[in-house]
């Protein structure tokens, strides 16, 4: 699939919520290193709620679908983890176009959700939380674009992976991490472990498309 239409996007929010779901073990014992123990659960709830939308997604593109699901991620994820995943959802949905997106367009728009996560966050690479996989993944994506939608997204992937991998040395400068100091480093940070979770999804959502 070399455009991201409705059925695509759907496709990648179902892939998203079955990473979420399988994962949620280990997103909360990360958690409850550096955390408080929830992020598993609370992106289970948040990603859970998107079913009704995914059954029957909006008639207006995958913007829609996908400002939508940021608006109900925002309304049913506590923690700091459901605003910044909502409106990143919201911010990249926003920024398409009616029509199915183009890996160039989606690269646009990808890196309108780090803008969003940052606007909202205030947090820069290094600072141990999910903009450290977004933002090497809005990164790839861009420059992998003229590759090909699948292509870009397996490059943004790999990167979010690795981003998450780089947060262990860090210590935390935002959110709850934060509040441990140097006890935070030595630690994957829970967020940019699911931002590559997200990000795979929409890889495998893609090669499979
Ligand atoms: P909470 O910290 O409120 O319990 P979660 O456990 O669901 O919420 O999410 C924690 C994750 O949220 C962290 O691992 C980090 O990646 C991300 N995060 C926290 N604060 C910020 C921030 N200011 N900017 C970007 N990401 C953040
Ligand atoms: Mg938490």
Do not use: C
Not at 13 to 32: G, Y
Not at 178 to 192: C, F, I, M
């Amino acid at each position: 699939m070399d455009t991201l239409d409705t059925a695509l996007a759907a496709a990648w929010l179902r892939a998203a919520a079955a990473a979420v779901d399988r994962h949620a073990p280990e997103l909360t014992a990360l958690d409850s290193a550096i955390g408080d123990g929830d992020h598993g659960s609370n992106l289970r709830r948040g990603f859970t709620a998107l079913a009704p939308l995914l059954a029957a997604p909006p008639a207006g593109g995958p913007g829609e679908l996908l400002r939508a699901a940021g608006s109900t991620l925002i309304s049913r994820v506590g923690g700091a983890s459901g605003p910044l995943y909502g409106s990143a959802l919201r911010a990249l949905g926003a920024a398409l176009p009616a029509a199915p997106a183009t890996a160039a367009e989606l690269a646009e728009a990808l890196a309108a959700a780090l803008a969003s996560v940052q606007r909202l966050g205030g947090a820069q690479v290094g600072d141990k939380t999910m903009v450290d996989a977004l933002a090497p993944a809005a990164e790839a994506f861009r420059a992998a674009a003229g590759q090909g939608l699948p292509a870009a997204a397996e490059a943004a992937a790999r990167a979010a992976e690795q981003g998450a991998r780089d947060t262990v040395p860090l210590q935390a400068r935002k959110g709850r991490a934060s509040y441990l100091g140097p006890r935070s480093v030595g630690h994957q940070d829970p967020g940019a472990t699911s931002t590559g979770l997200i990000l795979r999804a929409l890889a495998e959502a893609a090669a499979a498309g």
